[in-house]
């Protein structure tokens, strides 16, 4: 009778699994699904922050008004005209080439030089006018500074050379000759430097000449 309770257990189906769900996902795409979200919202995030840097970056060129950008093209051409006595050199050397390169400016050169003591009322116009004016923008400010800065040191070779006294020929005549075109061509890289970011309103900022403007404000 014993038999009957274990034959009963053995003649009953076994039990059955909770069906599974019919659809199945590949491990791969439960990844790639897992994983899209993010990677779509870092791709936002950055076209949005480029979007951002762009309009800052065009924001910060044109945020400049033109009349900053006149006064600071027009404080650079007082260095310029008084460096173009350290072309003396070069002037001697290529005369036709450097003469077509300054022809457009001769107008302007001419009315500068024919004024009297033109160089000691530029300093002053631009330093008292500009650099000390508080109305003034800071962007104009700096330029102005710049120039003049620019200018002074323009002014030590002179002295050097008066104290000195190198005469024209050997080597004093020699050094004399290359310090001045050197001097020279660097006063020109500066000036085109400084007038085309001038009137793209952006900051020019000269090799030491900068930083002995900015610790001015």
Request: hydrophobic residues 45%.
């Amino acid at each position: 009778m014993a038999a009957i309770p274990l034959l009963r257990l053995s003649l009953s189906p076994p039990p059955q699994k909770p069906p599974r769900s019919t659809i199945s996902i590949h491990p791969l795409r439960s990844n790639i699904l897992s994983l899209s979200p993010p990677q779509s919202l870092s791709l936002r995030s950055n076209s949005t922050a480029q979007s951002r840097r762009r309009t800052i970056i065009s924001a910060s060129n044109n945020s400049t008004p033109v009349s900053d950008r006149l006064i600071s093209a027009a404080a650079y051409f007082f260095p310029f005209f008084n460096g173009l006595q350290y072309g003396r050199f070069l002037f001697a050397q290529y005369p036709r080439t450097l003469g077509l390169a300054l022809e457009p400016l001769l107008p302007l050169l001419s009315f500068y030089r024919s004024i009297p003591y033109a160089s000691y009322l530029a300093f002053l116009l631009l330093y008292i006018g500009v650099v000390r004016n508080t109305n003034a923008s800071r962007y104009a400010r700096f330029n102005a500074m710049q120039a003049v800065v620019l200018d002074v040191l323009l002014v030590l070779p002179m002295l050097v050379q008066r104290i000195f006294n190198p005469g024209p020929h050997g080597i004093g005549g020699k050094i004399l000759m290359i310090s001045h075109n050197v001097i020279f061509v660097f006063v020109v890289i500066c000036f085109v430097y400084s007038l085309v970011f001038s009137i793209l309103g952006r900051t020019p900022k000269l090799p030491l000449v900068g930083d002995a403007a900015g610790r001015q404000f």
